[in-house]
T-cell receptor, first 117, second 111 residues
């Protein structure tokens, strides 16, 4: 199946700093990618839809100025958590559908665990 | 609140059969997916239903009834490695691939 990678897998940063997370589709092109956040023992909450070549679409309640998304190519989307605070500590996961494929499967990256101290 | 409802936890012994039910709100509904997630890992795709009926994939099957806004995942011949969280997820009509996840069901398999 298709492969999605994320980098870094873990990051610890100080409060007030910014952190960039990369999501790459390795063997397919993704015009759309999705960013989710997951707190311990909870569900995946969709944060935003990343659109190649255009602005991201954010879900209600997600601050677009705090979570900057850039989808500069057909294989790369980045999420930047700006001015991070301890409450932003979470597991961030991206996904992408392989539109060229015939299945309805979403391919998820391995996730990035962010800890803000 | 959650637009998809599923039980929080199910415990069963190895070799047993477990059914995880999921009810959903119909607005924007395109299809129902199921994902498995082990602790600390990424969700992995199990099954998808767009039409009514049963989809069988090895030990796992998924069912959908659009008229009842209901689906289930059936896990057969349970193995210890099946201990994980299972999420139903609604694929919505507003963007291809966009998913709304249920709260997840923790399946605990005991010897």
């Amino acid at each position: 199946g298709a492969v999605v990678s994320q980098h870094p897998s873990r990051v610890i940063c100080k409060s007030g700093t910014s952190v960039k997370i990369e999501c790459r589709s390795l063997d397919f092109q993704a015009t759309t990618m999705f960013w989710y956040r997951q707190f311990p023992k909870q569900s995946l909450m969709l944060m935003a839809t990343s659109n190649e070549g255009s602005k991201a679409t954010y879900e209600q309640g997600v601050e677009k100025d705090k979570f900057l998304i850039n989808h500069a190519s057909l294989t790369l989307s980045t999420l930047t958590v700006t001015s991070a605070h301890p409450e932003d500590s979470s597991f961030y996961i991206c996904s992408a559908p392989d539109r060229a494929g015939s299945s309805y499967e979403q391919y998820f990256g391995p996730g990035t665990r962010l800890t803000v101290t | 609140g959650q637009s998809l409802e599923q039980p929080s936890e199910v415990t069963a012994v190895e070799g047993a059969i477990v059914q995880i039910n999921c009810t959903y709100q119909t607005s924007g509904f395109y299809g129902l997916s199921w994902y498995q997630q082990h602790d600390g890992g990424a969700p992995t795709f199990l099954s998808y239903n767009a039409l009514d009926g049963l989809e069988e994939t090895g030990r796992f099957s998924s069912f959908l009834s659009r008229s009842d806004s209901y689906g289930y995942l059936l896990l057969q011949e349970l193995q210890m490695k099946d201990s994980a969280s299972y999420f139903c997820a609604k694929m919505t009509t507003d963007s291809w691939g966009k998913l709304q996840f249920g709260a997840g069901t923790q399946v605990v398999v005991t010897p």
